[in-house]
């Protein structure tokens, strides 16, 4: 009995291969497992090879690992991919008419497991699109388990659809479990150890965990341009936005986006946008305005793999600079990464508090690992109460004896009070031109710097809010090391692994990235030996922090190929 | 009826002569003809001299980026769709930078009006042709005259989808409020191109070249119910040079299609959610 | 008599101040003088105050001095804004119509020179804009010039128009020259020492100098939108786009540009752009592709004050960090930075090279101060030849028998030889996805890994072109000033300031910002006490520099108001 | 004559059905017809389904940025006047992403031809609505059906000044073929507005809907030869939808305004100055 396990499926767009990798999470977070599943596919609609990765263990699970212990192949081009992949003694589901194999073909001895996918359908009169559900009940009798919550997720899934859909999936799934019992006995190496206690968890994407955390942060407008690989939140807010009275407009370019998403803001209401880089990069020069009349706006910055296309549906970590800089002239920001989907949830509802506090653009630096990695969280985490702090906002009607100036200077923190539309003696203007209290252009040298001061003092009090990086492991490590945002599952793994070999690591982890957190000096100074990790070729934050600390982090572990770290690959990367 | 100066203590800086000035006068008497005062409405400015003018009107208002006063004031009409949201646009920055948003905005058929100051040159520049310049016209961008044919904003609205389709002229300060009354009060995405004299960089097109040159279509028995008829005439520009109204439809404006702002403006909508029912389906 | 004299005229716009400045700096250009003009004008067309800014000197000049010797004021608010700056025994001619002053209206005591302008043109029935050209020649009055040079220049300038303008604007010169003679003196404290040998001078401003200097590398395509300050690159540009068979286009949006000079770029011919910070944020996305598909490109880049909008007309250089950082995704980029026009020859020369020689997006960082300024620079210097180096281009058809890889990756330098559009067998696609040698995509790991180790391969290879920061002034003085672009000169002239002052100051000055050349670090660690002195309010160089060498520069003399330097301010922010 | 396959070692990834592939075949057949070969023609991508051909299409090619073919095509054009240009673009790509360009390349009547793959979804971001979708088309960023009114690619054209307009259909090669070849040959900005079947997002409009909509324009005696007409015709969308040419005009192209494009293309052009003359005005 195993406490982990990591099973893969793959074969072409079109196949089922998501849906199936979300509902083996479902079935084990029911059953007292965790979970964590990652995907990997082309930038293309059909054919090519969609994978998805589903590790389940006992225990909680931070990251993938780099080798599979069960293959479910529906395609011959799957078993030549992910051969490399396979552990020994993994277990490999596939169909013979795909092709026959012997464990020689296999770099790693495996145990074989042919399963007549086509001829069950073609037994049961069932459709093409039920193949994954054989391979999902032949998958619970590898890992030991039952059909029971299986079915159960059927009947809640294609119920709509009755119950003759729900019967013929039920019947594929017995024969695909059966089938590999029969054929292969009850027992196998890949058998799960019983779950836990069962708690309530979700098995939610990053986008879909963006769209939630924002809905309950109070999100009221929303414009976005389609792109990979934050769709996941446009579909969110699209199907939600009735119940929750939310507002999502499809704009015409990125760039009507945002200043869309500003006119709201001003107007009054939570407003965000969701890209990636390069539709990001058209949103800098709303950006620099979003500064410069200091209206709150959150961006959720979908990293991907760059320059310019790049490789659109693959991960990578190398927004962090852009972001930072981004913008003519100068101005504060927030700059926020999570790291998982319970980051998510407090740094988005954390964004649109800071947006409003301090009245500034705050950036979530989210990846496409995050995004479409489907992540098991308690559903407690996300069923907290919110707190909502919309910062120095008027909306009640301003007496006729007083006037009032939107971006008075007379406050420590550069934050001024702002109205929203239709309050009574409270018409301003937002104005991208530099301006004087009331917003009205200048050009007058000392109004200028007044100004200019009045947006910088931000930093220091935005400073007093920023959240220093968590520190995770011994204190007394001999080896540090350094990451940000989704590298944090990997690393974490990582340091278990060489805590296996008596090698004391441990990890500062940054979540907030900019304004740079004055704390991050002090943690960085303690560590015996620093190693940055980054998922980019470049590392971004070792400049970051030498920019603001003077520290130089020489060992560097970088990975930009598109892939996400494996724990292992850290350790082996290490000079130990 | 209460009216406002919506004055500042800026002085508008504008060329003497300008038609902007003219503009200028006209929106703010069609303000006081609507009784529309500084906190009831929302105001969405262009960069460019046209822009300016925010400096010297007193309303609630948005000057932000060039090219970009569509989609902001689309934005605050979403936000806040009982109030009338108007754009101060010119000839570059409405259909030069800003054309997609502006074909877009019609197609959506938002609820917004746009005042096209249209005087055919980048002004604030100091003037390079814009997009609606004439052929042959020399700007400082075409020192030996303008080649490629021009664009009509006209045109391109009812082409696009827009629903209030109008011109004026700087010049005519009385017609040109009627209008801008006509399409604030419509229901949908209004245009009024405005013809504008910029008495500095655009000689060719002055108060008297207008006024020899246009006529009020709507004199002429012309009904604006037909979308081809508009394309027709909205492209016309010879001996003679139609204004007035060219196209009105009624149709679902773009806040129509929220079911959840027949409420309440979206500023004032609570935060309703039930976490229980919302995290049910991620289980 | 004096070496410098500083002259400056103020009106509204329409009175034809810009020229004014002009033809006196011509004026004394041709008469063994040095010059350096600046302007200062609000963002409005008409009306507001415009003021030029004259200085002229025996010597070579490097910037604006604080104060000014004589202020031609053509309306009542020239007086009242520009009395503040004037400096002992300063001269003011302004025509008595518009005021009456006394020396006590004056914060130091002056010498007022009423000359009835608008009389003078009523006397000789003169047009209202003849008179800044009675300025001009009570202004050679004052300075002890000669109508000479100036009746040459009223010559060439308005022959075209007939000898009846000529006349009459020599004319109205001499009445105003008479005037100053026969009412104040033949002399004056103002007098200008003799001039030096006559050498032939340009006087230019920063666009035309760039425009000037682009022709002469060779380039062909320039696809412009209209933004202050780089209005007369498009200027110079169409003016002579027939003269030099080069092309010109007015894009419809920077979005465009970009994408065109790209397109261009590729087809083979050398192209640029030029723009502001709000507009190059729109070319960030071409940017990054630039970087992906490896196309040369030149980018000026006129800074400005920001964020937004900002103050349209009035400098600031702000947008280092935004260029160096600007684009999704990691790729190699080039950022230079001309000091003043010797420079902008220099480096626009340069910039076509280096994009060419290493494929890669090149940066000139100019501002409004460059731009707009009018510099005085040796014909010479801008009539040396320039090698034109067009880096590895294939023009000859590629024989069938060979196969063309665009993204070779046997290169040590990370460059592949380019074909143009057209050579047989040259086909290729230049991709802006993650791509093979071929040019076609792939998203395979390992090739992904190789293309991006060679794109930053060439990081190598550029820095071995780096040119180092210009370092001027004693070895072993006591404080170091260190700086980039335009504030090359008040710091020059700040040194030459505290030298008199029996203190010993030099300057590291940085051209080439990025990549971050190695050299500087040496040079930064000899230096007693560093100060940084930068136009922006964050001291952008100053991030740069401790993020590639870790030193840390505490003190700093920062300016945000958009007003440029002056070298007595910089001494003055001094701790001594 | 050479025919040439055109083929790389990629294979096509579109959807089993998808009407791009007709449309590629089209393609190649009419590079065939014109005796085109893949080093004697440009074509500049957008980013979509529609944009994955240049891997399996082996010309002088720029697959660049979602929207901007238009703005590259133009370029290279500019640089290289005599080489055909093609741009291979999406309906979200040049009528969303890159609406701008699109009115703008037509005003300029650029000698470039727009091939425009029009499937009314953003079909690579997996099918959320593009700016073509028709009235209740149910997508992923649409829920409840699309409500406001489709762009008509062809109507936007001919307003802007294009001087070659066609619609065509994915199902019928022969005929999109020849419209290429047509649209090729045109002196000036063509537009091939392709109705194509996304199999996978778009289950309103497949082939047998075209089949049965669909009629040759040209053989119903209708003459290409106004725009008024033009702009009617590109309008309608009902029982009976138009295919074919819609309109065209014979006007100076973009790079016809270019004097020195006369003598020789801009690639092959020597830097000639005479640095004294060209000092001489700053003396
Ligand atoms: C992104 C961007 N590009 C360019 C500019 C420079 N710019 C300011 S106003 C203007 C043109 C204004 O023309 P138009 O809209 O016709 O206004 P007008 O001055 O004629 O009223 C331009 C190009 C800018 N501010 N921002
Ligand atoms: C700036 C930018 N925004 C968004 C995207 C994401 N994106 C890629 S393809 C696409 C839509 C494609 O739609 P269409 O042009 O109609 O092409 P189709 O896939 O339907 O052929 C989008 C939005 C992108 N690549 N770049
Ligand atoms: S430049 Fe033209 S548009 Fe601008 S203020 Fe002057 S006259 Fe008016
Ligand atoms: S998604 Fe649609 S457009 Fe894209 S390849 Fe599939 S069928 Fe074709
Ligand atoms: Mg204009
Ligand atoms: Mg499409």
């Known amino acids: 009995m195993r406490d982990t396990v990591t099973w893969k499926i793959g074969g072409e767009a079109g196949f089922g291969i998501m849906s199936a990798g ?26 090519g090879l969609n994978l998805v990765t589903v590790r389940i263990s006992t225990k909680s699970v931070d990251a993938m690992s780099r080798e599979q212990d069960v293959l479910v192949a529906l395609t011959k081009k799957c078993v030549e991919e992910c051969k490399k992949d396979l552990s020994e003694n993994s277990i490999v589901i596939y169909d013979p008419k795909d092709g026959e194999y012997t464990s020689d073909d296999f770099p790693k001895p495996v145990r074989l497991m042919p399963v007549p996918l086509l001829a069950i359908l073609h037994e049961l009169n069932a459709s093409l699109v039920m193949r994954n559900t054989i391979a999902m009940g032949a998958t619970l009798a590898v890992l030991g388990g039952t059909l029971e919550t299986f079915s159960q997720i059927i009947k809640e899934q294609f119920g709509r659809k009755g119950d003759e859909v729900v019967n013929a999936n039920i019947a594929v799934a017995q024969k695909g479990y059966d089938y590999v019992k029969n054929t292969y006995g009850s027992e196998t190496s890949m058998h799960l150890a019983p779950g836990g206690a069962k708690e309530e968890l979700l098995i939610i994407n990053g986008s879909e965990a963006l769209g939630v955390s924002a809905v309950r942060a109070g999100l009221k407008f929303a414009a976005i341009y389609p792109m990979t690989p934050i769709n996941s939140v446009i579909t969110y807010l699209a199907d939600h936005a009735k119940k929750y009275n ?15 998403a500003l006119g709201a803001s001003v107007a009054g209401v939570r407003s965000m946008v969701a ?41 990578e970590s190398s927004e962090l600079d852009f972001v930072i800089s981004a913008g003519h002239g100068e101005f504060p920001r927030i700059v926020l990464a999570p790291g998982d989907a319970e980051d998510v949830f407090d740094l988005t509802t954390a964004a649109f508090n800071l947006a409003d506090r301090y009245q500034v653009p705050v950036f979530l630096l989210t990846d496409k690992y995050l995004n479409e990695s489907h992540w098991c969280v308690p559903k407690n985490y996300y069923a907290r109460t919110v707190a909502i702090d919309r910062g120095k906002m008027i909306t009640e009607d301003i007496p006729d004896s007083e006037t009032y100036l939107r971006y008075r200077t007379d406050v420590d923190d550069g934050v001024s009070p702002r109205t929203v539309t239709g309050v009574a003696n409270g018409n301003f203007i937002s104005n991208s031109y530099e301006h004087r209290q009331d917003g009205l252009m200048t050009e007058e040298a000392n109004e200028r710097r007044i100004m200019v001061d009045k947006r910088n003092q931000k930093f220091a009090a935005i400073q007093s809010a920023a959240i220093a990086p968590a520190h995770t492991g011994d204190d007394n490590a001999d080896i540090t090391f350094v990451t940000w945002g989704t590298t944090k599952g990997p690393v974490r793994e990582a340091i278990k692994l060489l805590s296996g070999k008596n090698i004391k690591a441990n990890m500062i982890h940054f979540t907030w990235l900019y304004p740079f957190p004055e704390k991050a000096h002090e943690m960085l100074k303690k560590a015996k030996r620093l190693v940055l990790v980054e998922q980019n070729s470049m590392g971004q934050l070792g400049g970051l922090i030498r920019k603001y600390t003077g520290i130089h982090i020489e060992e560097r572990i970088l990975k930009y190929d598109g892939r996400p770290f494996f724990p292992e690959e850290i350790v082996k990367r290490m000079t130990l | 009826m209460s009216t406002f100066g919506f004055t500042t203590d800026h002085q508008p800086t504008w060329c003497p002569g300008c038609g902007d000035f003219g503009i200028w006068t006209s929106v703010k008497n069609a303000m006081n003809a609507m009784e529309l005062g ?70 959506r058929n938002a609820d917004i009006t746009v005042l096209l100051f249209d005087n055919q040159v980048y002004g604030l520049t100091t003037g390079q042709a814009s997009p ?152």
Request: charged content about 20%.
């Open chain 2, 132 to 283: 609606t310049a004439r052929p042959g016209l020399k700007t400082k961008s075409t020192p030996h005259g303008v080649v490629d044919m021009p664009l009509s904003p006209a045109a391109l609205a009812i082409t696009a989808g827009a629903t209030f389709v109008a011109r004026g002229f700087a010049g005519d300060g009385k017609g040109l409020s009627d209008l801008i009354v006509k399409a604030v009060r419509h229901k949908g995405f209004s245009l009024v191109d405005i013809l504008q004299p910029c008495v500095t960089f655009n000689k060719d097109f002055g108060y008297p070249w207008y006024r020899e040159h246009i006529y009020d279509l709507n004199s002429t028995g012309y009904m604006p119910d037909n979308r081809v008829k508009a394309f027709d005439k909205a492209m016309e520009w010879g001996e003679k040079l139609p204004v007035g109204v060219f196209f009105e439809e009624e149709r679902p404006a773009h806040t129509d299609q929220y079911e959840m702002l027949k409420k309440d403006i979206l500023v004032k909508q609570p935060v309703v959610v039930d976490v229980e029912s919302m995290l049910h389906e991620f289980i």
């Open chain 1, 246 to 260: 939310i507002m999502y407009v499809q704009p015409e370019d990125e760039i009507s986006g945002i200043n869309m």
């Open chain 2, 38 to 107: 500084p906190d009831d409405v929302f105001f969405a400015y262009g960069i460019g001299c046209h822009g300016n003018m925010y400096n010297w009107m007193k309303t609630y208002g948005f000057a932000g980026l060039h090219g970009r006063s569509l989609p902001v004031a689309q934005g605050v009409k979403l936000a806040h769709h009982t109030m009338p949201v108007l754009c101060i646009t010119g000839d570059g920055d409405c259909i030069g930078e800003g054309g997609n948003h502006f074909i877009h905005a019609a197609k």
């Open chain 1, 275 to 315: 890209t990636s880089g390069g539709g990001f990069a058209l949103m800098v020069e709303g950006l620099s305005l979003a500064g410069m009349i200091e209206a709150p706006l959150v961006i959720d910055m979908g990293m991907r793999v760059g320059p310019a296309t790049g490789m659109p549906t693959w991960t």
């Open chain 1, 22 to 47: 979300i509902m083996l999470s479902r079935i084990y977070a029911r059953s007292g497992y965790r979970t964590f599943a990652t995907n990997e596919y082309p930038s293309l609609i059909r054919g």
